[in-house]
């Protein structure tokens, strides 16, 4: 299932690690442990730790959630990250319906529509241009999220999600994280 990583299933884990696979799943809302988590389940420090990133990014704040998604869709995909684009765009895909009224339509599938709301697309182009060349972010680039409406605090937590899709990419790619069962048979 990876390359150099150990996974750990839950019924192999440590309590520690069964604990925070339980937070995962509770928080997430998904009925099983993400490969991304089963492949740290051998060091619980690791894993709680790129979970706590992972949940105060992804899962708090005031950005919406289905922003957040896209974002991290876009970037996994550009970086082709094949885990984490398929994993973010089912995720974005099922929560389509909250731009779109409409369940048959994907926004992955044409994130330029305009059921994208325009402060949306500033936020993907500005925060995906971060992530793929950070030293060459701009004053411009914050100054577009601010012409949306975006706060100073909205503006650190979309930064905050060029630095998160980064971890996600990097260790979902050095482990060679298989795609889950579960979510394949979503798409």
């Not at 708090?60 to 970086?79: A, E, H, T």
């Not at 914050?142 to 975006?150: K, V």
Request: a negative charge.
């Amino acid at each position: 299932m990876t390359k150099g990583f150990r996974v750990v299933e839950y019924a192999d884990a440590s309590d520690e690690v069964k604990i925070i696979y339980n937070e995962t799943m509770k928080e997430l809302g998904v009925p099983f442990v993400l490969n991304w988590f089963k492949c740290q389940g051998s060091n619980a420090t690791i894993l709680r730790g790129n979970w706590e990133k992972l949940r105060c990014t992804m899962l708090l704040g005031n950005i919406p959630f289905i922003l957040k998604q896209l974002i991290i869709y876009n970037i996994s995909k550009i970086k082709g990250s094949k885990y984490c684009a398929y994993t973010h765009g089912v995720i974005a895909n099922s929560m389509s319906k909250t731009l779109t009224g409409n369940d048959d339509i994907k926004l992955t599938e044409n994130m330029e529509s305009d059921y994208v709301p325009s402060a949306y697309k500033t936020a993907i182009q500005v925060v995906t241009k971060c992530a793929l060349d950070p030293k060459g972010t701009s004053d411009s680039d914050f100054g577009a999220l601010r012409d949306e409406g975006y706060s100073l605090d909205e503006i650190q937590e979309l930064m905050a999600l060029a630095d998160l899709t980064n971890m996600l990419n990097s260790l979902a790619d050095i482990a060679g994280i298989q795609i889950d069962n579960e979510l394949m048979e979503v798409q």
